[in-house]
């Protein structure tokens, strides 16, 4: 659960608390924060590739361990971690070009077209890929920059998280999620395209109802932050034109979007001709005051506030 309580046994007259699954966030984020000075170390190194592919399996998944091992034996069968219907390929494809599309136009917004033209793919704005052009290190890349952030990241956020979150209805888990989500990139500017991803991320997981169909939607997104990107602006420049740019990006979102809102709806026709169930498997906040004040209740834990500050140390760093 995502509020802190104390419980108290008769037998042993103990008290119990329960963390707040912010705890998982703040690790997260430190364990990052600590990466960008390792980072620096690695440059020039012959080590610096499985490096990064070290570092990034100990910020998410130590963490994410040591969560699961101690909310019980049965815990892991409660995160959806289950193989996707074939026939939801198309809504995970759908998905990972509404990411592209809406984050093309939502960088336009907040930074121009010169946000389109970055040549090299970041991790969390500290991890900086580097394609020398042989097959070797584009399947590292493909390894370090694009499968393994995508295992990791829905793991802990549309796997742990969405899950703790569900107890304030599945609204609270997608938001809350994706706004923790977001800013584990540590970048402000792009942080409405993170923002957009998560959700999308998390409508994808609930639709499919596999953290698996999140983690291929997130895969084919980072493949194309690391191969495609450059394309973008190569494309504007051989348009000439900003707004038949425009034109064609927002059509391809409104396809994807057509595409991946009717293959959510057919999902949920046939889990309920099947008579399956919601699958959220702790009790609703049933009240809307208690939801409404379940958000703030969460946002305030010590956790949750430290994160924040977290984040907002990383972003100081990088102006530096």
């Given at each position: 659960?995502?509020?802190?309580?104390?419980?108290?046994?008769?037998?042993?007259?103990?008290?119990?608390?329960?963390?707040?699954?912010?705890?998982?966030?703040?690790?997260?984020?430190?364990?990052?924060?600590?990466?960008?000075?390792?980072?620096?170390?690695?440059i020039n190194r012959d080590n610096e590739?499985?490096?990064?592919v070290i570092l990034q399996m100990m910020?998410?998944?130590?963490?994410?361990?040591?969560?699961?091992?101690?909310?019980?034996?049965?815990?892991?069968?409660?995160?959806?971690?289950?193989?996707?219907?074939?026939?939801?390929?198309?809504?995970?494809?759908?998905?990972?070009?509404?990411?592209?599309?809406?984050?093309?136009?939502?960088?336009?917004?907040?930074?121009?077209?010169?946000?389109?033209?970055?040549?090299?793919?970041?991790?969390?704005?500290?991890?900086?890929?580097?394609?020398?052009?042989?097959?070797?290190i584009k399947l590292y890349l493909i390894?370090?920059?694009?499968?393994?952030?995508?295992?990791?990241?829905?793991?802990?956020?549309?796997?742990?998280?969405?899950?703790?979150?569900?107890?304030?209805?599945?609204?609270?888990?997608?938001?809350?999620?994706?706004?923790?989500?977001?800013?584990?990139?540590?970048?402000?500017?792009?942080?409405?395209?993170?923002?957009?991803?998560?959700?999308?991320?998390?409508?994808?997981?609930?639709?499919?109802?596999?953290?698996?169909?999140?983690?291929?939607?997130?895969?084919?997104?980072?493949?194309?932050?690391?191969?495609?990107?450059?394309?973008?602006?190569?494309?504007?420049?051989?348009?000439?034109?900003?707004?038949?740019?425009?034109?064609?990006?927002?059509?391809?979102?409104?396809?994807?979007?057509?595409?991946?809102?009717?293959?959510?709806?057919?999902?949920?026709?046939?889990?309920?001709?099947?008579?399956?169930?919601?699958?959220?498997?702790?009790?609703?906040?049933?009240?809307?005051?208690?939801?409404?004040?379940?958000?703030?209740?969460?946002?305030?834990?010590?956790?949750?506030?430290?994160?924040?500050?977290?984040?907002?140390?990383?972003?100081?760093?990088?102006?530096?």
């Amino acid at each position: 659960m995502n509020i802190q309580k104390k419980s108290h046994d008769p037998k042993s007259d103990k008290k119990t608390v329960v963390l707040s699954p912010t705890v998982v966030v703040l690790a997260t984020y430190v364990l990052l924060l600590l990466s960008k000075l390792v980072d620096v170390t690695l440059i020039n190194r012959d080590n610096e590739y499985l490096s990064v592919v070290i570092l990034q399996m100990m910020i998410f998944l130590i963490p994410a361990a040591v969560w699961c091992r101690f909310s019980g034996d049965r815990y892991m069968r409660s995160l959806r971690l289950r193989p996707f219907r074939a026939d939801a390929i198309l809504l995970i494809a759908a998905s990972a070009v509404l990411m592209i599309s809406g984050g093309v136009l939502i960088s336009m917004l907040v930074g121009g077209l010169d946000n389109l033209s970055a040549q090299n793919f970041t991790l969390y704005d500290t991890f900086v890929s580097k394609d020398d052009g042989s097959v070797p290190i584009k399947l590292y890349l493909i390894l370090a920059y694009a499968a393994l952030p995508a295992v990791c990241e829905e793991f802990v956020y549309r796997g742990i998280l969405c899950r703790e979150y569900e107890r304030g209805g599945v609204l609270r888990a997608v938001l809350l999620s994706s706004l923790f989500f977001g800013m584990l990139h540590f970048n402000l500017r792009n942080l409405p395209v993170y923002l957009f991803a998560g959700v999308i991320l998390s409508l994808t997981m609930y639709a499919t109802r596999s953290v698996f169909g999140a983690m291929l939607a997130h895969f084919l997104y980072n493949l194309f932050g690391l191969f495609g990107q450059p394309y973008v602006s190569t494309f504007y420049r051989l348009t000439g034109s900003t707004a038949l740019f425009v034109f064609v990006v927002g059509f391809l979102f409104l396809l994807s979007a057509t595409v991946f809102c009717a293959q959510a709806a057919r999902l949920y026709r046939l889990y309920l001709y099947k008579n399956h169930s919601a699958d959220y498997r702790l009790p609703l906040i049933k009240k809307r005051e208690e939801r409404r004040a379940s958000y703030v209740e969460v946002l305030a834990k010590p956790t949750a506030i430290a994160s924040v500050a977290v984040y907002v140390i990383a972003l100081v760093i990088t102006l530096f």
